[in-house]
C-alpha cells in the first residue's frame, strides 16, 4: 500500500532535503514559542543603543527643584535609566511658566539624549502668551503623559458656604465681594479659577500672589476667601480642620477627602486636573519616541514612584505617545477658551 495512502501503518522515510525541511520547520516552531519571551530583553537593549549609543539622556525641568514636576521628573528618570541602562539626568530650568525649559527641548537635536517634563502650562500658554519661541504642538514630539493631580476648591472656615452650591448661590449674591487667591498667574490653578467663574456665570475677583505658599498663608488668615490648591499643598489643612473643602476637580471623589463631592457633580462638565508629561524635541525618530516610552510606563510601576505620586495625590497614566499627542491638541484648544475668557496675557 503506498504511503500516502495510509502514512500511519507504515514508517516514514527521510531523504536528506526533507530531513533538513524538517528541521527548518522545527527551528520555525521553536522560534515563534520563544520570540514574545524575548522580545522585552531585546527591546531594552536596542532602547540602549538606539538613544545615541547610551550616551547620557537629560530631563529638562521648568520650575525648581522640590516641586511636583521636579520630584516626578528625578523618580522617573532614576527608573529610567535602570530599564534603559544609560545615565539619565535632571536638570532644572525654570522661568517663563516653563517656556525656558522648553525652549531649550524644542531647539535641541532629534537624538533622544534632551527630553522635558512638563506640566499643564505648556497646553494654557499657547494661548496665555503672546508670542512663545515655539510651537507648543509642532515643535514637540509627545512620548507620554506621566501623571495627573486633580485639585480642591478650599475655603477660609469663615466663608458661608460649605458645598459648591452653597458658593454659588453666595457668589451670586454678592457680585465682586468674593475673591480667589491665585498662586502664579496662568497656572492650571488660576485657570481652575476662571473655568468656575466662566461655567457657573459668577463674579469672584482673583487676587494674584508670587507663589502658592504666600497664597495659602494669606487664605488661612483670611484675608483671601476661596483658592484651587493641589492636595500637596491645602490637604493638611484641610485635615487639621484650618481651610474647608467646598469641592475637589477630579471626576471621582478623592479617597483622601471623603465625603467632598466632584465640582462636576454641581457643575455640569467641569473638570481641571494638573498634568506631567514627557516630550522631545520634533522630529524624534519613532523608535527612539517608543524606547523612552516604554521606559517611562516601566518606570511608573516602580514601588518608589507609585509611593511618591501618592505622596502627591498623583494618578500614574503612562499613556501611549498617540495618545498623549491627542491629549495635547484638545487641552490646547480647551484652556484657550478660558484664556480669552479670563483676559489673561503675557507679553
Known amino acids: 500500500m503506498p504511503f500516502d ?10 531523504t536528506p532535503s526533507r530531513r533538513q525541511g524538517v528541521r527548518r520547520s ?5 522560534t515563534a514559542t520563544l520570540l514574545p519571551a524575548v522580545l522585552p530583553a531585546a527591546a531594552a537593549e536596542q532602547a540602549g543603543g538606539a538613544i545615541a549609543g547610551g550616551k547620557p539622556i537629560r ?11 521636579d520630584t516626578l521628573a528625578r523618580a522617573v528618570g532614576q527608573e529610567m535609566a535602570r530599564i534603559l541602562g544609560q545615565p539619565v539626568v ?25 527630553l522635558l517634563m512638563s506640566f499643564t502650562s505648556h497646553t494654557i500658554n499657547a494661548t496665555l502668551y503672546r508670542k512663545l519661541p515655539f510651537d507648543p504642538i509642532a515643535d514637540f514630539t509627545p512620548i507620554t503623559l506621566v501623571a495627573s493631580v486633580p485639585s480642591v476648591l478650599v475655603a477660609n472656615p469663615s466663608l458661608p458656604a460649605n458645598n459648591v452650591s452653597e458658593l454659588i448661590q ?13 498662586g502664579a498667574l496662568g497656572s492650571s490653578l488660576h ?8 461655567m457657573t456665570g459668577t463674579y469672584i475677583v482673583n487676587i494674584p500672589y508670587k507663589g502658592t505658599t504666600p497664597a495659602v498663608t494669606d487664605l488661612l488668615a483670611g484675608q483671601v476667601d476661596l483658592m484651587f490648591g493641589s492636595t500637596l499643598n491645602v490637604l493638611p489643612h484641610i485635615k487639621a480642620g484650618r481651610l474647608k473643602a467646598l469641592g475637589v476637580t477630579s471626576p471621582k471623589p478623592l479617597p483622601q477627602l471623603p465625603g467632598v463631592a466632584p465640582i462636576g457633580a454641581t457643575v455640569k462638565g467641569f473638570e481641571s486636573n494638573a498634568w506631567f508629561g514627557l516630550f522631545g524635541p520634533a522630529g524624534l525618530p519613532p523608535e527612539i519616541t517608543r524606547a523612552v516610552y516604554q521606559a517611562a510606563r516601566k518606570g511608573l510601576q516602580a ?25 495635547v491638541r484638545e487641552d490646547v484648544k480647551r484652556w484657550a477658551k478660558v484664556v480669552r475668557y479670563s483676559g489673561a496675557t503675557v507679553e
Open 303 to 327: 514601588p518608589a514612584v507609585a509611593k511618591r505620586l501618592e505622596t502627591d495625590g498623583a494618578d500614574a497614566v503612562g499613556s501611549a505617545p498617540d495618545e498623549f499627542a491627542a491629549f
Open 5 to 14: 495512502q495510509n502514512p500511519g501503518s507504515c514508517p516514514v522515510v527521510l
Open 26 to 30: 522545527l527551528l520555525l516552531a521553536l
Open 59 to 69: 530631563i529638562l525641568v521648568g520650575a525648581p527643584p522640590g516641586g511636583t514636576t
Open 170 to 182: 453666595l457668589a451670586r449674591s454678592r457680585p465682586g465681594k468674593l475673591n480667589f487667591g491665585i
Open 90 to 114: 535632571v536638570e532644572n530650568r525654570p522661568g517663563a511658566g516653563g517656556n525656558i525649559a522648553a525652549d531649550m527641548v524644542a531647539k535641541s537635536e532629534p537624538d533622544g539624549t534632551t
Open 191 to 198: 485657570m481652575a479659577g476662571d473655568m468656575f467663574k466662566m
